[in-house]
Protein backbone atom coordinates (compact mmCIF):
# COMPACT_ATOMS: atom_id res chain seq x y z
CA UNK A 1 0.00 0.00 0.00
CA UNK A 2 1.69 3.26 -0.78
CA UNK A 3 -0.11 6.29 -2.62
CA UNK A 4 0.97 5.25 -5.88
CA UNK A 5 0.39 9.08 -7.08
CA UNK A 6 1.03 9.58 -10.89
CA UNK A 7 0.57 6.54 -12.16
CA UNK A 8 0.20 6.76 -16.01
CA UNK A 9 -3.09 5.73 -17.18
CA UNK A 10 -4.50 5.95 -21.41
CA UNK A 11 -5.92 8.88 -22.39
CA UNK A 12 -8.62 8.15 -24.18
CA UNK A 13 -9.96 10.39 -27.20
CA UNK A 14 -13.65 11.44 -25.76
CA UNK A 15 -14.85 14.71 -24.78
CA UNK A 16 -14.26 15.61 -20.86
CA UNK A 17 -17.77 15.21 -19.77
CA UNK A 18 -17.25 18.02 -16.58
CA UNK A 19 -17.87 21.32 -16.88
CA UNK A 20 -21.32 21.94 -18.20
CA UNK A 21 -22.76 24.83 -18.59
CA UNK A 22 -19.92 26.59 -19.85
CA UNK A 23 -21.11 29.34 -21.83
CA UNK A 24 -22.19 27.86 -25.61
CA UNK A 25 -19.14 27.46 -28.02
CA UNK A 26 -16.71 28.00 -25.24
CA UNK A 27 -13.78 26.20 -27.19
CA UNK A 28 -14.97 28.56 -29.87
CA UNK A 29 -14.55 32.02 -28.13
CA UNK A 30 -11.92 31.15 -25.70
CA UNK A 31 -9.47 29.49 -27.95
CA UNK A 32 -7.24 27.15 -26.13
CA UNK A 33 -4.50 28.49 -23.63
CA UNK A 34 -2.31 25.35 -23.86
CA UNK A 35 -0.32 24.62 -27.01
CA UNK A 36 2.40 22.02 -27.13
CA UNK A 37 5.41 23.04 -28.96
CA UNK A 38 5.97 20.04 -30.74
CA UNK A 39 10.25 20.34 -32.08
CA UNK A 40 10.52 20.68 -28.12
CA UNK A 41 8.32 17.51 -27.03
CA UNK A 42 9.89 14.08 -25.78
CA UNK A 43 7.07 12.26 -26.24
CA UNK A 44 7.69 11.03 -22.80
CA UNK A 45 3.38 10.28 -21.86
CA UNK A 46 3.78 12.55 -18.82
CA UNK A 47 0.87 15.02 -20.03
CA UNK A 48 -1.75 12.79 -21.31
CA UNK A 49 -2.64 11.44 -17.64
CA UNK A 50 -2.52 14.80 -15.72
CA UNK A 51 -4.91 16.33 -17.60
CA UNK A 52 -8.17 15.70 -15.55
CA UNK A 53 -9.99 16.88 -19.03
CA UNK A 54 -8.76 14.19 -21.51
CA UNK A 55 -7.51 17.55 -23.57
CA UNK A 56 -4.15 16.19 -24.61
CA UNK A 57 -3.46 12.97 -26.60
CA UNK A 58 -0.02 11.59 -28.16
CA UNK A 59 -0.46 11.78 -31.55
CA UNK A 60 2.36 9.91 -34.41
CA UNK A 61 4.71 12.32 -36.51
CA UNK A 62 6.79 10.39 -38.36
CA UNK A 63 9.40 13.10 -38.96
CA UNK A 64 9.51 13.67 -35.09
CA UNK A 65 12.68 12.88 -34.01
CA UNK A 66 10.58 11.18 -31.38
CA UNK A 67 8.34 10.06 -33.86
CA UNK A 68 5.21 11.31 -31.72
CA UNK A 69 4.39 14.44 -29.67
CA UNK A 70 1.86 15.60 -27.31
CA UNK A 71 -1.31 17.32 -28.67
CA UNK A 72 -3.89 19.74 -27.21
CA UNK A 73 -7.85 18.99 -28.33
CA UNK A 74 -8.76 22.51 -28.25
CA UNK A 75 -12.01 21.84 -27.76
CA UNK A 76 -11.52 19.69 -24.43
CA UNK A 77 -9.45 22.57 -23.11
CA UNK A 78 -10.56 24.36 -20.08
CA UNK A 79 -7.50 26.27 -20.09
CA UNK A 80 -7.03 24.92 -16.53
CA UNK A 81 -3.33 25.31 -16.61
CA UNK A 82 -2.00 21.49 -14.81
CA UNK A 83 -0.33 20.41 -17.86
CA UNK A 84 2.81 23.32 -17.83
CA UNK A 85 3.45 21.92 -14.69
CA UNK A 86 4.01 18.35 -15.76
CA UNK A 87 5.92 18.83 -18.34
CA UNK A 88 9.44 18.32 -17.92
CA UNK A 89 11.12 20.46 -20.84
CA UNK A 90 8.37 23.25 -21.01
CA UNK A 91 7.46 22.03 -24.29
CA UNK A 92 3.36 23.00 -22.98
CA UNK A 93 3.58 26.39 -23.50
CA UNK A 94 0.91 29.16 -22.55
CA UNK A 95 -0.64 31.25 -24.91
CA UNK A 96 -2.08 34.19 -23.43
CA UNK A 97 -5.82 34.82 -24.43
CA UNK A 98 -5.82 37.50 -27.41
CA UNK A 99 -9.69 37.01 -28.32
CA UNK A 100 -9.91 40.21 -27.07
CA UNK A 101 -13.58 38.85 -25.19
CA UNK A 102 -13.21 39.48 -21.42
CA UNK A 103 -13.94 36.57 -19.31
CA UNK A 104 -17.49 35.72 -19.47
CA UNK A 105 -19.12 36.72 -16.36
CA UNK A 106 -19.52 39.56 -14.15
CA UNK A 107 -16.81 42.08 -12.62
CA UNK A 108 -17.19 42.20 -9.00
CA UNK A 109 -20.23 44.35 -7.68
CA UNK A 110 -18.62 47.58 -6.27
CA UNK A 111 -20.48 46.53 -2.63
CA UNK A 112 -18.25 43.76 -2.46
CA UNK A 113 -14.90 45.55 -3.20
CA UNK A 114 -13.70 46.57 -0.21
CA UNK A 115 -14.06 43.18 0.98
CA UNK A 116 -10.62 40.80 -0.05
CA UNK A 117 -12.09 38.42 -2.16
CA UNK B 1 -15.72 -7.59 4.83
CA UNK B 2 -17.56 -4.46 3.70
CA UNK B 3 -16.89 -1.59 3.23
CA UNK B 4 -20.42 -0.09 4.06
CA UNK B 5 -20.67 3.01 6.39
CA UNK B 6 -23.31 4.98 7.79
CA UNK B 7 -22.96 8.81 7.21
CA UNK B 8 -25.66 10.99 8.23
CA UNK B 9 -28.81 8.70 8.27
CA UNK B 10 -27.57 7.20 4.76
CA UNK B 11 -25.36 3.95 4.57
CA UNK B 12 -22.96 4.71 1.90
CA UNK B 13 -21.17 1.94 0.09
CA UNK B 14 -18.01 3.33 0.63
CA UNK B 15 -16.07 5.85 3.06
CA UNK B 16 -14.83 7.63 -0.14
CA UNK B 17 -16.33 10.40 -1.22
CA UNK B 18 -15.79 12.47 -4.01
CA UNK B 19 -15.28 15.84 -2.45
CA UNK B 20 -16.76 19.12 -3.45
CA UNK B 21 -14.92 20.76 -7.28
CA UNK B 22 -14.15 20.34 -10.43
CA UNK B 23 -14.77 16.20 -9.85
CA UNK B 24 -18.32 17.20 -9.30
CA UNK B 25 -19.16 19.80 -11.75
CA UNK B 26 -20.69 17.93 -13.94
CA UNK B 27 -24.13 15.17 -14.23
CA UNK B 28 -21.71 13.12 -16.38
CA UNK B 29 -19.34 12.79 -13.73
CA UNK B 30 -21.98 11.22 -11.23
CA UNK B 31 -21.67 7.69 -13.45
CA UNK B 32 -17.84 8.34 -13.42
CA UNK B 33 -17.52 8.41 -10.04
CA UNK B 34 -20.21 5.50 -9.47
CA UNK B 35 -17.91 2.87 -11.64
CA UNK B 36 -15.39 3.28 -9.15
CA UNK B 37 -17.99 2.18 -6.56
CA UNK B 38 -17.98 5.72 -4.48
CA UNK B 39 -19.85 6.44 -0.90
CA UNK B 40 -21.35 9.61 -2.32
CA UNK B 41 -20.63 12.90 -4.18
CA UNK B 42 -20.55 16.43 -2.53
CA UNK B 43 -21.48 18.22 -5.64
CA UNK B 44 -19.59 21.90 -6.43
CA UNK B 45 -19.95 24.59 -4.15
CA UNK B 46 -22.58 26.99 -5.96
CA UNK B 47 -22.05 31.09 -4.77
CA UNK B 48 -25.32 33.19 -4.49
CA UNK B 49 -25.99 35.72 -6.92
CA UNK B 50 -24.16 38.40 -5.21
CA UNK B 51 -20.78 36.24 -5.65
CA UNK B 52 -21.69 36.14 -9.41
CA UNK B 53 -18.25 37.10 -10.50
CA UNK B 54 -16.89 33.46 -8.60
CA UNK B 55 -18.41 31.88 -11.51
CA UNK B 56 -16.01 33.34 -14.33
CA UNK B 57 -12.78 31.39 -13.89
CA UNK B 58 -9.51 33.11 -15.06
CA UNK B 59 -7.11 30.75 -17.26
CA UNK B 60 -5.20 29.08 -16.20
CA UNK B 61 -7.14 28.73 -12.68
CA UNK B 62 -4.73 25.72 -11.55
CA UNK B 63 -1.27 25.79 -10.95
CA UNK B 64 0.80 22.60 -9.80
CA UNK B 65 3.74 23.02 -7.69
CA UNK B 66 6.48 21.08 -5.86
CA UNK B 67 5.51 18.50 -8.77
CA UNK B 68 8.62 16.38 -9.04
CA UNK B 69 8.99 16.29 -12.85
CA UNK B 70 11.13 13.93 -12.90
CA UNK B 71 9.43 10.77 -11.18
CA UNK B 72 7.80 10.03 -14.65
CA UNK B 73 4.52 11.06 -13.19
CA UNK B 74 4.84 9.96 -10.32
CA UNK B 75 5.28 13.13 -7.81
CA UNK B 76 3.93 11.58 -4.10
CA UNK B 77 4.06 14.90 -2.56
CA UNK B 78 2.70 18.26 -4.88
CA UNK B 79 0.45 21.16 -4.23
CA UNK B 80 -3.01 22.16 -6.09
CA UNK B 81 -2.96 25.82 -6.29
CA UNK B 82 -6.40 26.83 -7.37
CA UNK B 83 -8.31 29.31 -8.34
CA UNK B 84 -11.28 27.60 -9.29
CA UNK B 85 -13.88 29.45 -7.38
CA UNK B 86 -17.55 28.90 -7.77
CA UNK B 87 -20.07 26.54 -9.75
CA UNK B 88 -19.47 28.25 -13.53
CA UNK B 89 -23.29 28.28 -14.03
CA UNK B 90 -26.06 30.14 -13.04
CA UNK B 91 -28.65 29.01 -9.91
CA UNK B 92 -31.07 27.92 -12.02
CA UNK B 93 -28.69 25.79 -13.54
CA UNK B 94 -27.17 24.12 -10.17
CA UNK B 95 -31.07 22.94 -9.42
CA UNK B 96 -31.11 21.83 -12.85
CA UNK B 97 -28.17 20.09 -12.27
CA UNK B 98 -29.33 18.60 -9.05
CA UNK B 99 -32.09 16.88 -10.48
CA UNK B 100 -29.98 15.91 -13.32
CA UNK B 101 -27.93 14.27 -11.07
CA UNK B 102 -30.66 12.73 -8.84
CA UNK B 103 -31.74 10.98 -11.87
CA UNK B 104 -28.25 9.53 -12.97
CA UNK B 105 -26.92 8.67 -9.11
CA UNK B 106 -27.44 5.55 -6.86
CA UNK B 107 -25.32 6.89 -4.04
CA UNK B 108 -25.99 10.14 -1.88
CA UNK B 109 -26.24 13.80 -3.83
CA UNK B 110 -25.06 16.29 -1.34
CA UNK B 111 -25.28 19.80 -3.02
CA UNK B 112 -22.62 22.44 -1.62
CA UNK B 113 -23.30 26.32 -1.19
CA UNK B 114 -21.96 29.44 -0.62
CA UNK B 115 -23.41 32.95 0.56
CA UNK B 116 -22.79 35.85 3.58
CA UNK B 117 -26.08 36.68 5.12
CA UNK B 118 -28.93 34.26 6.79
CA UNK B 119 -31.04 34.22 4.71
CA UNK B 120 -29.41 33.69 1.43
CA UNK B 121 -28.06 30.72 3.22
CA UNK B 122 -31.57 29.62 3.98
CA UNK B 123 -33.13 30.53 0.88
CA UNK B 124 -30.42 28.18 -1.20
CA UNK B 125 -30.55 25.46 1.42
CA UNK B 126 -34.22 25.28 0.51
CA UNK B 127 -33.94 25.34 -3.06
CA UNK B 128 -31.11 22.56 -2.94
CA UNK B 129 -33.39 20.38 -1.09
CA UNK B 130 -36.20 21.29 -2.99
CA UNK B 131 -34.23 20.24 -5.93
CA UNK B 132 -33.66 16.71 -4.90
CA UNK B 133 -30.55 16.73 -2.88
CA UNK B 134 -30.01 14.07 -0.53
CA UNK B 135 -27.81 16.56 1.92
CA UNK B 136 -26.39 20.10 2.24
CA UNK B 137 -22.53 20.70 2.55
CA UNK B 138 -22.18 24.50 4.02
CA UNK B 139 -19.36 25.50 2.59
CA UNK B 140 -18.75 28.54 4.96
CA UNK B 141 -14.90 28.15 4.55
CA UNK B 142 -14.30 28.08 1.53
CA UNK B 143 -11.04 29.33 0.40
CA UNK B 144 -12.37 31.73 -1.82
CA UNK B 145 -14.78 33.75 1.02
CA UNK B 146 -14.70 37.08 1.56
CA UNK B 147 -12.28 37.36 4.90
CA UNK B 148 -14.54 39.76 6.12
CA UNK B 149 -17.69 37.29 7.36
CA UNK B 150 -16.79 35.89 10.60
CA UNK B 151 -17.77 32.84 12.11
CA UNK B 152 -19.36 33.93 14.98
CA UNK B 153 -21.29 36.54 13.28
CA UNK B 154 -22.20 35.46 10.01
CA UNK B 155 -21.64 31.77 9.92
CA UNK B 156 -23.03 30.33 13.49
CA UNK B 157 -26.57 32.15 11.76
CA UNK B 158 -26.55 30.98 8.44
CA UNK B 159 -26.00 27.48 10.43
CA UNK B 160 -29.15 28.12 12.35
CA UNK B 161 -30.89 29.65 9.76
CA UNK B 162 -30.24 26.79 7.31
CA UNK B 163 -31.16 23.94 9.99
CA UNK B 164 -34.05 26.25 10.82
CA UNK B 165 -35.31 25.99 6.97
CA UNK B 166 -34.48 22.36 5.73
CA UNK B 167 -35.40 18.85 6.56
CA UNK B 168 -32.54 16.80 5.40
CA UNK B 169 -29.07 16.17 6.75
CA UNK B 170 -26.72 19.55 6.73
CA UNK B 171 -22.87 19.15 7.05
CA UNK B 172 -20.87 22.23 7.85
CA UNK B 173 -17.45 22.45 6.23
CA UNK B 174 -14.80 23.97 8.35
CA UNK B 175 -11.31 24.99 7.51
CA UNK B 176 -8.27 24.50 9.78
CA UNK B 177 -7.20 26.59 12.12
CA UNK B 178 -6.78 27.01 16.21
CA UNK B 179 -10.60 27.78 16.60
CA UNK B 180 -11.91 24.42 14.34
CA UNK B 181 -12.95 22.21 17.47
CA UNK B 182 -14.63 25.31 18.92
CA UNK B 183 -16.57 25.58 15.53
CA UNK B 184 -16.90 21.80 15.49
CA UNK B 185 -19.17 21.99 18.98
CA UNK B 186 -20.79 25.19 18.28
CA UNK B 187 -21.96 23.43 14.58
CA UNK B 188 -23.22 20.51 16.64
CA UNK B 189 -24.45 22.84 19.30
CA UNK B 190 -26.53 24.59 16.32
CA UNK B 191 -28.13 21.28 14.53
CA UNK B 192 -25.52 20.51 12.16
CA UNK B 193 -25.67 16.52 11.24
CA UNK B 194 -22.11 16.14 10.89
CA UNK B 195 -18.46 18.29 10.56
CA UNK B 196 -16.69 18.19 6.99
CA UNK B 197 -12.56 18.43 8.59
CA UNK B 198 -11.00 20.47 6.78
CA UNK B 199 -11.11 22.59 3.71
CA UNK B 200 -8.30 23.76 1.67
CA UNK B 201 -6.60 26.91 3.18
CA UNK B 202 -6.09 30.36 1.43
CA UNK B 203 -1.94 30.39 0.21
CA UNK B 204 0.04 32.13 -1.90
CA UNK B 205 2.98 31.90 -3.81
CA UNK B 206 5.69 34.25 -5.15
CA UNK B 207 7.32 33.98 -8.68
CA UNK B 208 10.85 35.54 -7.22
CA UNK B 209 11.81 36.51 -11.26
CA UNK B 210 8.49 38.70 -11.38
CA UNK B 211 8.91 39.15 -7.86
CA UNK B 212 4.62 39.30 -7.54
CA UNK B 213 2.12 36.12 -6.84
CA UNK B 214 1.80 33.74 -9.25
CA UNK B 215 -0.89 33.16 -11.71
CA UNK B 216 -3.81 35.92 -10.72
CA UNK B 217 -1.88 37.84 -8.34
CA UNK B 218 -4.03 37.02 -5.74
CA UNK B 219 -4.48 34.52 -2.55
CA UNK B 220 -5.43 31.42 -4.06
CA UNK B 221 -6.88 28.11 -2.25
CA UNK B 222 -4.02 25.54 -1.37
CA UNK B 223 -4.08 21.86 -0.92
CA UNK B 224 -2.34 19.09 -1.16
CA UNK B 225 -0.69 15.68 0.30
CA UNK B 226 0.75 17.37 3.16
CA UNK B 227 -2.38 19.04 3.97
CA UNK B 228 -3.46 15.40 6.04
CA UNK B 229 -1.05 16.09 9.17
CA UNK B 230 -2.83 18.81 10.17
CA UNK B 231 -6.19 17.56 9.28
CA UNK B 232 -5.40 14.42 11.45
CA UNK B 233 -4.76 16.53 14.61
CA UNK B 234 -7.82 18.55 13.73
CA UNK B 235 -10.22 15.07 13.39
CA UNK B 236 -8.43 13.85 16.23
CA UNK B 237 -9.50 16.98 18.05
CA UNK B 238 -12.70 17.50 16.90
CA UNK B 239 -13.64 13.26 17.48
CA UNK B 240 -13.49 13.42 21.09
CA UNK B 241 -15.25 16.92 20.98
CA UNK B 242 -18.45 16.57 19.39
CA UNK B 243 -20.60 13.29 18.62
CA UNK B 244 -21.72 14.30 15.52
CA UNK B 245 -20.15 12.42 12.33
CA UNK B 246 -17.35 13.97 10.69
CA UNK B 247 -16.32 13.47 7.17
CA UNK B 248 -12.66 14.23 7.16
CA UNK B 249 -10.70 15.51 3.71
CA UNK B 250 -7.28 16.99 2.63
CA UNK B 251 -4.75 15.39 1.49
CA UNK B 252 -5.55 11.46 1.39
CA UNK B 253 -4.15 10.19 -1.65
CA UNK B 254 -3.99 6.53 -0.56
CA UNK B 255 -5.49 3.66 1.60
CA UNK B 256 -3.50 4.23 4.34
CA UNK B 257 -4.45 7.85 4.37
CA UNK B 258 -7.77 7.05 4.27
CA UNK B 259 -7.47 4.37 7.22
CA UNK B 260 -5.54 6.97 9.52
CA UNK B 261 -8.31 8.94 9.29
CA UNK B 262 -10.98 6.05 10.00
CA UNK B 263 -8.60 5.69 12.91
CA UNK B 264 -8.93 8.59 14.31
CA UNK B 265 -12.42 8.97 14.21
CA UNK B 266 -13.69 10.09 10.43
CA UNK B 267 -16.70 8.29 9.48
CA UNK B 268 -16.05 9.47 5.75
CA UNK B 269 -13.43 10.71 3.67
CA UNK B 270 -13.61 13.16 1.08
CA UNK B 271 -10.67 13.17 -1.47
CA UNK B 272 -10.52 15.29 -4.57
CA UNK B 273 -6.62 16.32 -4.94
CA UNK B 274 -5.98 12.46 -6.08
CA UNK B 275 -9.09 11.80 -8.42
CA UNK B 276 -7.54 15.23 -10.45
CA UNK B 277 -4.18 14.15 -10.49
CA UNK B 278 -4.37 10.40 -11.11
CA UNK B 279 -8.00 10.04 -12.61
CA UNK B 280 -11.35 8.46 -11.53
CA UNK B 281 -9.00 5.01 -10.95
CA UNK B 282 -7.77 6.43 -7.99
CA UNK B 283 -10.74 5.99 -6.21
CA UNK B 284 -11.01 1.95 -6.65
CA UNK B 285 -7.04 2.00 -6.22
CA UNK B 286 -7.97 3.51 -2.60
CA UNK B 287 -10.83 1.20 -1.74
CA UNK B 288 -8.94 -1.73 -2.81
CA UNK B 289 -6.14 -0.70 -0.50
CA UNK B 290 -8.58 -0.18 2.15
CA UNK B 291 -9.66 -3.65 1.70
CA UNK B 292 -6.60 -5.08 1.56
CA UNK B 293 -6.15 -3.61 5.10
CA UNK B 294 -9.24 -4.78 7.11
CA UNK B 295 -8.69 -8.33 5.13
CA UNK B 296 -4.78 -8.77 7.07
CA UNK B 297 -6.43 -7.52 9.68
CA UNK B 298 -9.15 -9.42 10.61
CA UNK B 299 -11.43 -6.47 10.03
CA UNK B 300 -15.66 -6.69 8.84
CA UNK B 301 -16.28 -3.23 8.60
CA UNK B 302 -14.50 0.38 9.08
CA UNK B 303 -16.96 0.94 12.02
CA UNK B 304 -14.96 -1.86 14.28
CA UNK B 305 -11.51 0.43 13.86
CA UNK B 306 -13.03 3.90 14.00
CA UNK B 307 -11.55 6.28 17.01
CA UNK B 308 -8.80 3.69 17.98
CA UNK B 309 -6.28 5.73 17.74
CA UNK B 310 -7.40 8.78 19.25
CA UNK B 311 -8.45 6.00 22.24
CA UNK B 312 -4.39 5.15 22.12
CA UNK B 313 -3.14 8.53 22.73
CA UNK B 314 -1.22 9.79 25.62
CA UNK B 315 -2.60 12.36 27.55
CA UNK B 316 0.24 15.30 28.11
CA UNK B 317 0.59 14.72 31.72
CA UNK B 318 1.67 10.91 31.17
CA UNK B 319 3.88 11.46 28.10
CA UNK B 320 6.98 9.82 29.38
CA UNK B 321 9.86 12.75 29.07
CA UNK B 322 13.69 12.17 29.74
CA UNK B 323 14.43 10.09 32.69
CA UNK B 324 17.85 9.95 32.95
CA UNK B 325 18.17 6.63 30.84
CA UNK B 326 21.45 6.75 28.74
CA UNK B 327 19.63 6.09 25.43
CA UNK B 328 15.60 6.47 24.89
CA UNK B 329 13.20 5.23 22.67
CA UNK B 330 11.81 1.54 21.37
CA UNK B 331 15.23 0.60 19.59
CA UNK B 332 16.98 0.74 22.95
CA UNK B 333 14.87 -1.06 25.51
CA UNK B 334 16.36 -1.10 28.79
CA UNK B 335 18.40 -4.35 29.73
CA UNK B 336 19.37 -5.19 33.30
CA UNK B 337 22.83 -6.41 31.80
CA UNK B 338 23.04 -2.50 30.60
CA UNK B 339 22.99 -1.81 34.43
CA UNK B 340 26.57 -3.35 35.49
CA UNK B 341 27.61 -2.36 31.64
CA UNK B 342 27.30 1.10 32.23
CA UNK B 343 27.18 1.84 36.08
CA UNK B 344 29.61 -0.92 36.88
Known amino acids: MNGDIGVPMNATKTKYPGLNPLPPEFGKDYPPIAVVVEEKCIACDRCPPICFFDAIVMEERPKHSYKRTAVVIGDNCTGCGLCFDACPVDAIIWVPDKSGLSVPGKKIPPSLEDTDL | ?344
Not at chain 2, 46 to 67: F, G, I, N, V
Open chain 2, 1 to 344: MSLQTSFMGFTLQSPLIVASGPASHDVNQVELAEQQKVGAIVLKTACSDKYEHMRSWPRPRYKLLDWDKHMSGRSKQFTLYSYEQGYSGTLQDYWDFIKACKEKAHVPIIGSIFADVANDWAELAVKVEESGADAIELDISSPHRPGSLDFETTFVAAIKAVREAVKFPVAVKLAAGPDVVHQCVAAQDHGADAVTLCNRIRGLDVDIEAQRPILHGYFAGVGGPWAKYYTFRHVAEAQQAIKIPISATGGAISGEDVIKYVLLGASTVQILSVIMINGWKSISRISQEIEEYMERKGIHSTEEIRGKAVAAMTPLDEVIRWSGEPKSGPRNVWKEEDMSKHFG
